[in-house]
């Protein structure tokens, strides 16, 4: 079983950038898709971004594509966000999730393994 962490969230001015990690722990991330998830009160976990086992096929939420990057490092067994170009409609708790599947699910029920969520806010 592995276990997520994130962290790296915080204040950041709109238009500014900020690096989520998510480190595992428990198993190696090389066979796990993974990804992160958005969620604000009252409103549903939301897809941002999604990475495959090898790290070569990405998917993004239209909203955040061309600003986020996803990326996932083997050797550090992380997976990472880089966030840029920041609005205040990014704004909320950022979920890492993983599952070990060679597909890359962009809907949350296909992830098994979550860390407790990090808080970004882009505010002025």
């Known amino acids: 079983q592995v276990k997520l962490v994130e962290s790296g969230g915080g204040l950041v001015q709109p238009g500014g950038s900020v690096r989520l990690s998510c480190a595992a722990s428990?198993?190696?991330?090389?066979?796990?898709?993974a990804a992160w998830f958005r969620q604000t009160p009252g409103k549903e976990r939301e897809f941002v971004a999604a990475?495959?086992?090898?790290?070569?096929?990405?998917h993004y939420a239209d909203s955040v594509r061309g600003r986020f990057t996803i990326s996932k490092d083997t050797a550090k067994n992380t997976v990472e966000l880089q966030m840029n170009s920041l609005r205040p409609e990014d704004t909320a708790v950022y979920y890492c999730?993983?599952?070990?599947?060679?597909?890359?699910?962009?809907?949350?029920?296909?992830?098994?393994?979550w860390g407790q969520g990090t808080q970004v806010t882009v505010s002025s």
């Open positions: 999730a993983a599952e070990i599947i060679h597909t890359i699910p962009v809907e949350a029920s296909g992830y098994d393994y």
């Open positions: 428990g198993r190696s991330l090389s066979n796990y898709a």
């Open positions: 990475i495959n086992w090898s790290g070569s096929t990405t």
